[in-house]
């Protein structure tokens, strides 16, 4: 498992050379592009494609390969594989069938980004890619708002102001979060701010719309709610989208195993809040 540049070359580690030089077969996200890298540092390795979806055939030309006591790097397009990366089902079938599996460490664009952050550091949450559809993501955001620890997405540049404007709408505007774009490269920014002011900062700046990206986001530091009470809170707001309240509380109560005229009364407050 072999860490390759985010984006600097200079990032690459020598023993990720080495190792690449000397492997028999290198397995990559994209074969076309990770062509560039090995031409740049020489290597000549052969590479071959692999995708966790749909490409059982690649798995077992690997796999075929190892059988003959060959050595295969796993490599992505750029930082740390399996991290959003394909290689969890080659690497989950590579120990059920008692390969030996060496992880090399090097870049990562979540890690690159909490140390530029300045947000909490020592727990934190990775969460990938949020949904593309606003319905989608709203309710991930949902599932989070209480998260304590801090949290980091990715984020596409086309999504990126609706991802923000989501992160106000469900976290607050108040809340602290960081925008890193295009690490190590020619035009890195890193933004801090409130929700509130990133949002602004990346709608007057077209640049900040444009390239990869991590959002990091300080964790909820009020009152935590218990297990409960946030499981009936994010019934309530799922009901709430297509009843009247008293309904939705009923049905609230029902589901949750709560008290109707409590779940009532915070259905009450979440429609107030609405407006």
């Excluded at 930082?79 to 992880?103: M, N």
């Excluded at 989070?144 to 607050?172: N, Q, S």
């Excluded at 809170?233 to 309904?247: G, I, N, S, T, Y």
Aim: aromatic residues 6%; glycine residues 6%.
């Amino acid at each position: 498992m072999v860490a390759t540049p985010i984006g600097n070359r200079g990032d690459i580690s020598a023993r990720a050379v080495s190792v690449l030089q000397s492997v028999d077969l290198i397995a990559a996200e994209d074969t076309r592009h990770s062509a560039r890298l090995m031409s740049h540092f020489q290597i000549t390795t052969p590479l071959v494609a692999y995708h966790d979806h749909g490409h059982e055939a690649q798995g077992e030309r690997i796999f075929a390969a190892l059988d003959e006591g060959q050595d295969v790097a796993l490599i992505s397009d750029a930082g740390t594989p399996l991290v959003s990366d394909p290689g969890f089902r080659l690497v989950r079938s590579a120990r059920e069938r008692a390969y030996k599996v060496i992880p090399l460490p090097g870049a990562c664009a979540a890690i690159t980004a909490l140390s530029a952050a300045g947000l909490p550091s020592d727990r934190f949450c990775f969460e990938g890619f949020l949904p593309a559809k606003q319905s989608q993501r709203r309710k991930t955001l949902d599932l989070l708002v209480k998260e304590t620890r801090t949290m980091i997405f990715y984020e596409a540049p086309h999504r990126i102001i609706a991802a923000v404007e989501d992160l106000l709408e469900v976290f607050g505007a108040e809340r602290e979060a960081t925008l890193a774009r295009e690490l190590t490269k020619t035009y890195e920014t890193v933004l801090n701010g409130n929700l509130s002011e990133l949002l602004a900062q990346i709608k007057n700046d077209i640049n900040q719309q444009k390239g990869e990206m991590v959002v990091v986001v300080r964790g909820f530091d009020g009152e935590v709610q218990s297990a409960q009470e946030h499981e009936e809170e994010r019934v309530l707001k799922l009901l709430l989208a297509d009843l009247p309240v008293k309904q939705a509380a009923s049905l609230a109560a029902k589901i949750c195993g709560g008290q109707r005229n409590s779940l009532y009364k915070k259905a009450l407050d979440l429609k107030q809040t609405e407006k």
